[in-house]
């Protein structure tokens, strides 16, 4: 048996043990609403972690592009960027305890050779999702970062116009009155 389709098999599992996994790294309360709290309109981190961590297993199952993969992670990266308690090497490292959870799963299948060799194969997958979700962490953290920026500029700017330390226009001239 292929290993994708004893990893489909378990899909369900896998999955819910991935979400347990990903809503440990939480605060202890945060963690107890995210694993019990099941309807998305009252747990939308929850929800779209799910959600996510599904539709992220089913692309692997698929050896699905990049660019699909990231499609499917982003939602999940965007939300761990915003949230300040996670360092970028926090906010993905999850993505690694799927290979823990894959072992733990299919640990009696595991003797087969040809089985082991699959494993080594889809763990790589595995590891090309890690990257995935760094390059996307990243780059919703720039944005934060030059979002934040900014309006920091907008502030000092608006401070001074108000102090009158700076024209309105700074493009036009001063007047000098002669023609």
């Not at 290993?3 to 347990?20: G, H, P, T, V, Y």
């Not at 009696?108 to 089985?115: C, E, G, I, R, V």
């Not at 082991?116 to 990243?138: K, N, T």
Request: aromatic share 8%; glycine share 4%.
């Amino acid at each position: 048996m292929r290993l994708e389709r004893r990893i489909a098999k378990s899909k369900r599992q896998i999955a819910n043990d991935w979400f347990a996994i990903l809503a440990g790294t939480y605060p202890p309360d945060t963690t107890r609403f995210l694993k019990s709290v099941k309807d998305t309109f009252s747990n939308p981190v929850g929800g779209t972690s799910h959600r996510t961590l599904e539709a992220v297993l089913d692309g692997l199952l698929e050896d699905a592009t990049p660019e699909h993969l990231a499609r499917e992670l982003d939602p999940l990266i965007r939300i761990r960027a915003v949230q300040t308690m996670f360092t970028p090497s926090q906010a993905t490292a999850f993505i690694l305890d799927l290979k823990k959870i894959i072992r733990n799963t299919l640990k009696s299948d595991l003797q087969d050779a040809d089985m082991y060799a699959q494993l080594l194969a889809f763990e790589e997958r595995i590891d090309r999702l890690l990257l995935i979700a760094f390059d996307i962490f990243v780059r919703c953290r720039e944005k934060i970062y030059s979002m934040k920026a900014t309006e920091e500029q907008s502030k000092f700017y608006r401070a001074f116009a108000r102090a009158g330390l700076v024209r309105e226009n700074p493009d036009s001239k001063p007047d000098s009155g002669a023609s």
